[in-house]
Structures are given as C-alpha cells and as structure tokens.
C-alpha cells in the first residue's frame, strides 16, 4: 500500500468534520511530499528542530502542528510558523510560547493537554489544574495566545471500553470547560484524540481532530 493509500482508506473512515492531522515525526520528507501530492495539508511533528527543518525544505502551504512536549527554550524553533500546538499542560509553557509568539508578532493557537489514560506515563492536566490555569491573572495577561480546545492521549491498550472510557472523560472536561470559560469563543472547539490504533472509537466519543501516524506512514521502528 502507497501513502496515498493509505490516507485515501483513512479518509474515507474520518466523518466530515473531523480533521486528520497526519503525524510524520521520524519519518522522511519524500513521505511527507507523497502525502502532500496526495491532497494532504495538516502534519504533526513532536521534536521542534526536525519541525524546522521540515518546514524550511517543504511547501509553505502546510499547516504544521506540534503535538510533542517542548522544552522552554525549544518553542522558538516552530513559533513563527506553528499553527497548533496539542501538548500544552502548564501555565509557565503558555507563557513561553506567548513570548515567542509577541515577538514574532502572531498569535499562537493552543490545546490544553489532559491526562485521561488509566495508565500513570503519559503527560497532562486534570480538570481541577486548568481551571486554575484559566482562572490565573497572569493567564489573562497573555494575549497571544488562543486556546482553541482539549488534547489526549488513551492508555495503549486492547481494552475498548477502557479506551471509550477515557476519551468521554476528555469530551466531558470539554465540555465543561466550554460551559465555564469558553461559551462565547468560537475557537474553543477542538477535542483532538485518537491514533492509529484507536481513532475509531474517538471520533464515536466526539473528537473533532485525529492525529495519525503509523497507519500513514508506516510503524515507527
Ligand atoms: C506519535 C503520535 C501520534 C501518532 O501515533 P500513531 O500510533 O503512529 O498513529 C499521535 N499523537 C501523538 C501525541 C504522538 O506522539
């Protein structure tokens, strides 16, 4: 199976409304041109100097998203062109990347990253620590940034209704936080869940954004 394949079998399993963000990190700028010839637009990088470097040497027309973990001094890497960045999970973060943004004088979409796997690894707020982030004078200060919604990631597992489980968990934090912070922001809508493996059942539970890389592109050795 080609790229264009596969993104065409993808495709025509995402219902309309639902944005694939095709996840590309590791892999080599030939598959992200074959996926680009294919119609595809939206990619996802988790390592800010091989974001760069990709953006410099492919078409400028690519809507590039961020969806690893930056450390502070890396944000500069992608600030002047990121359109979206998933992995956002603190307020000291937001206010790097506002930083980078002033400066480069744009502003810079965000998700607030939440952990809903039952599993302890992976990164991310509870919903009790984004309210406090939202209610935080200096985060009211930060005008370059807009938070356009929720991110995360389900435990790796074989388990369905764990899976189903956890991503409703997310769809209901974005819900309530819509009903307390976001009512009248419209860019408040994105609930970005799912991947190869489990992008199905996201877009079952309300994901309005899957993030998909092997099924693309091929396994990650
Ligand atoms: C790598 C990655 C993906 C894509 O994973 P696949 O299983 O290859 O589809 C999605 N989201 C995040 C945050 C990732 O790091």
């Known amino acids: ?42 990619f996802g990088e988790n390592r800010p100097q091989e974001l ?33 960045i998933h992995g956002v999970d603190s307020l000291k973060l937001l206010q790097v990347i506002n930083k980078e943004a002033l400066r480069n004088n744009r502003i810079i979409n965000c998700l607030l990253e939440f952990h809903i796997a039952e599993e302890s690894s992976k990164f991310g707020l509870n919903l009790s620590e984004s309210k406090d982030i939202l209610n935080d004078p200096e985060f009211k200060l930060l005008s370059n940034i807009s938070i356009c919604g929720v991110m995360g990631m389900a435990t790796y597992t074989d388990d369905s209704n764990q899976i189903r489980r956890e ?11 819509k009903s307390e912070f976001f009512t009248n922001v419209s860019d408040f809508k994105e609930i970005s869940m799912g991947m190869s493996s489990d992008y199905q059942i996201a877009i079952e539970e309300g994901s309005t954004m899957v993030r998909i890389g092997s099924s693309i592109f091929g396994s990650r050795l």
């Open 52 to 84: 760069r470097d990709k953006y410099d040497a492919l078409p400028k027309d690519i809507e590039w998203h961020f969806i690893g973990h930056p450390q502070s001094k890396q944000v500069k890497y992608f600030a002047p062109f990121v359109s979206l």
């Open 167 to 177: 991503f409703n968990s997310l769809k209901l934090i974005f819900d309530n936080l």
């Open 1 to 42: 199976m080609s790229i264009a394949d596969n993104l065409k079998n993808i495709q025509s399993t995402i219902i309309d409304g639902v944005t694939l963000v095709a996840v590309s990190k590791t892999k080599p700028n030939e598959y992200i041109q074959d996926a680009y010839d294919a119609g595809q637009r939206i």
